[in-house]
């Protein structure tokens, strides 16, 4: 069971985010819970990636608030950010170092205790024994995507921030990747904010969707039911439509 | 608070610790133009003590300047080094997504010069000593203040050269290297300061490093020097370090407000 409304991981508040006169992020307000896997989805441009960074605290918003585990992110910046962990395929860890140094070096930027055995259970956790010492650099990119992973689950974190995690994998791994983090977001008091492309994975992995369109959130709700609701067949093409002809949604919506 | 400003600080040390160790290309620099500096400067030296008529000995006051001047440049590529890292590896999205402060990123930076910069001052203090005879001794306890000073001076221009860097984008880091060739005329590494024009003497007062070969002229002629002079290079070198801390940090607010820092390959969000 998730708990959004009582307890809530992250809450998003009317975040706004203006680039000279082009609105990126227009208004946006969301709550995640406990246990709770929610689905970041919109086309390229949307705002998915820009209302992540400014999660993460990379990016200021220009108006509006984020609330991590109770941490009001421009206020208490350090103790939000301890709470909070993110994989990105644009974000690889430096290609210089090792998996295990990697691992450490960001296991004491993040604060980890027990910092020795917390790398050797997350390097067994995501199959990375054998690449110890390797160089990042020299991994394939599903490899790559694994130590991310590794390191965002570093800290255990109460918010996991994903984008396109599966995006490099073939899907075997894929599948084992969508199964571990499920089972993260089971047994702990976390929660889970995960953008992807591939609608499959959404519908079988998220509790709720959020869809963004030009920067608002358009679309809320189950993946499983959401497509039904709106007279479509599958999520997939609900996301069609929500690219290609978002007003013919908002109309819906108004109706 | 302590425990974790050193956890973070020490994180940033122990990467480049991690990139020095299997890396002759980064351990290399950390020595050899040092080392050819002191050779080069050691025979200049010994040529002109040999040819000039007065019994001036040019080894401490020469090389020994040199090494002083050597030592600040290897403290702020010490710092912009380690800066680049990050840059060159596409960290900073990592980096400043962690619960990591901009001060504790500076410390970080610090602790990494500190260390390389080291081990360019030992290679020069043995090449000097053993091979051209340069006594530190002459120099009396004034050498530790002329290294404090440098060593403040230098840091505060690494800082300087990072934000540089963090501010206009990857290929700003050719703004970097000349940065000590740049103010080498008015820091009077090599002549006194009244030998340059009057305007200029007005500028040679605001590089802290002035103080700092004034000082070592000053001791060499005369077996002593003015406190007075040097307490005003210190506290200006306190002074740059504050002030450059606080541009990084403007920067960096800067690069944050503007979504720079998420997509810093692109050097501008414009």
């Given at each position: 069971m998730t708990d959004t409304a009582t307890n809530p991981i992250l809450s998003v508040s009317q975040l706004r985010k203006l680039y000279g006169e082009t609105v990126a992020v227009d208004g946006v307000s969301f709550a995640l819970g406990t246990h709770e896997i929610l689905g970041l989805l919109g086309p390229n441009g949307a705002g998915k990636t820009t209302t992540i960074n400014m999660i993460l605290g990379v990016l200021e918003p220009t108006s509006g608030t984020i609330v991590i585990d109770g941490c009001d992110l421009a206020k208490r910046r350090r103790q939000a950010l301890e709470r909070t962990n993110f994989a990105a395929v644009y974000a690889p860890l430096p290609?210089?170092?090792?998996v295990a140094q990697n691992l450490r070096v960001f296991g004491l930027l993040y604060g980890v205790k027990r910092l020795n055995e917390r790398i050797e259970a997350i390097l067994d956790e995501y199959d990375l024994v054998r690449f110890?010492?390797?160089?990042?650099?020299?991994?394939?990119s599903g490899e790559q995507t694994r130590v991310a992973l590794a390191k965002a689950m570093l800290n255990q974190p109460r918010l996991l921030l994903l984008d396109e995690p599966t995006a490099s994998l073939d899907p075997a791994t894929a599948r084992e990747i969508r199964a571990t983090i499920r089972e993260f977001s089971a047994n702990n008091d976390v929660g889970v904010l995960w953008t992807s492309h591939n609608m499959i994975e959404v519908s079988e992995v998220c509790h709720r969707v959020l869809f963004l369109s030009r920067g608002r959130i358009l679309l809320e709700g189950d993946p499983r039911s959401l497509p039904a609701e709106h007279e479509h067949e599958t999520l997939e093409d609900l996301f069609v439509t929500v690219a290609r002809e978002p007003l013919t949604i908002r109309r819906t919506e108004e109706e | 608070m302590k425990a974790v400003f050193l956890r973070r600080t020490s994180a940033l040390l122990l990467r480049q610790f991690y990139l020095l160790r299997v890396s002759p290309a980064r351990i290399v620099p950390l020595f050899a133009w040092v080392a050819i500096d002191i050779v080069l400067w050691g025979f200049i030296t010994r040529y002109l003590n040999s040819v000039a008529a007065s019994r001036f000995n040019f080894v401490p006051a020469m090389l020994g300047a040199v090494l002083l001047w050597d030592f600040m440049a290897r403290v702020m590529q010490g710092i912009t080094t380690a800066f680049l890292e990050d840059v060159w590896s596409r960290n900073f999205l990592n980096l400043f997504a962690s619960p990591m402060s901009v001060t504790e990123y500076l410390g970080g930076l610090v602790l990494s010069s500190i260390s390389t910069s080291l081990v360019g001052l030992v290679v020069m203090v043995v090449l000097a000593t053993v091979v051209f005879g340069l006594s530190f001794f002459v120099y009396g306890a004034m050498l530790a203040a002329f290294l404090l000073v440098l060593f403040l001076f230098g840091i505060s221009l690494g800082i300087f050269g990072s934000a540089l860097v963090l501010r206009f984008?990857?290929?700003?880091?050719?703004?970097?290297?000349?940065i000590p060739a740049f103010i080498s005329p008015l820091a009077c590494v090599f002549y006194p300061l009244a030998t340059l024009p009057h305007w200029m003497q007005w500028l040679a007062r605001l590089i802290p490093a002035s103080y700092v070969f004034e000082g070592m002229r000053g001791v060499l002629a005369h077996h002593a020097m003015a406190a007075a002079p040097l307490a005003l290079g210190s506290v200006l070198a306190a002074l740059y370090l504050l002030l450059m801390a606080r541009a990084f940090t403007g920067v960096y607010r800067h690069a944050v407000r503007t979504g720079l820092i998420a997509r810093y390959s692109a050097e501008t969000v414009s």
């Open positions: 290609g210089n170092l090792t110890r010492d390797t160089k990042c650099g020299v991994l394939s | 984008g990857p290929a700003a880091e050719w703004f970097i290297w000349p």
